[in-house]
């Protein structure tokens, strides 16, 4: 069964700790990607990576992290020093970056307590 | 700056009249745009591209350069086509390659 598995669906987290979420797929996609969709606002770049071992900042990477040590696998880690973390994540992927047709995970909802 | 606007964040039509969504682009390269679509508890999932200028489940877009506009419509709007609606617009250049979205129309079709 092909795809992005993201996980976990939810989580929920105290105010200061880092927490991160799973995104792994298996299309053999050279491009990864992390956006935050919060109401009103439609889907905004964290990150994204063309390659492994690379990674480019988006729109608004201030206070994420994020790794890409294997083609299937792009973590993202939320710090302590994102300022607003409730929200909604989501990964996607596609053969290559500048493609335009993403390939997008079920996203993991974060709630910060 | 590269931006997508999509005026609308709620559109709601009775089932059987026409439906158009708007989305306007800011972009000084070679747009390439998109149409996603997400339905309830489903996934977001590319609906159609500008490039392959086909119809999807009885959807079309068509780039207007002159208006910067990629408005999709149908002329027959069904219950099921009630989802969120996402315009993007890929941005390529240099080290730069990104898909941006605008902030989504939500479709709601009244039976």
């Known amino acids: 069964d092909g795809g992005i598995t993201q996980s976990p669906k939810y989580l929920f987290r105290k105010e200061g700790q880092n927490v991160t979420l799973s995104c792994e797929q298996n299309l053999n996609h050279d491009a990864m990607y992390w956006y935050r969709q919060d109401p009103g606002q439609g889907l905004r770049l964290i990150y994204y990576?063309?390659?492994?071992?690379?990674?480019q900042k988006g729109d608004i990477a201030e206070g994420y992290s994020v790794s890409r040590e294997k083609k299937e696998s792009f973590p993202l880690t939320v710090t302590s020093a994102q300022k607003n973390p409730t929200a909604f994540y989501l990964c996607a992927s596609s053969m290559w970056v500048g493609t335009g047709e993403l390939f997008f995970g079920e996203g993991s909802r974060l709630t910060v307590l | 700056a590269q931006r997508v606007t999509q005026p609308e964040k709620l559109l709601s039509v009775f089932k059987g009249a026409p439906v158009e969504l708007k989305c306007n682009y800011s972009?000084?390269?070679?747009?390439?745009l998109f149409w996603y679509v997400q339905y309830s508890r489903q996934r977001l999932q590319l609906l159609l591209r500008h490039i392959s200028r086909e119809s999807i489940k009885g959807f079309t877009a068509d780039l207007n350069k002159g208006e910067t506009s990629f408005h999709l419509k149908k002329p027959f709007a069904q219950e099921e086509d009630s989802a969120m609606y996402y315009c993007?617009?890929?941005?390529?250049?240099?080290?730069?390659?990104?898909?941006?979205f605008g902030t989504g129309t939500l479709l709601a079709v009244q039976p």
């Open positions: 972009y000084s390269g070679s747009p390439e």
């Open positions: 993007a617009l890929s941005v390529r250049g240099g080290a730069t390659n990104k898909l941006i």
């Open positions: 990576s063309q390659i492994v071992n690379d990674f």
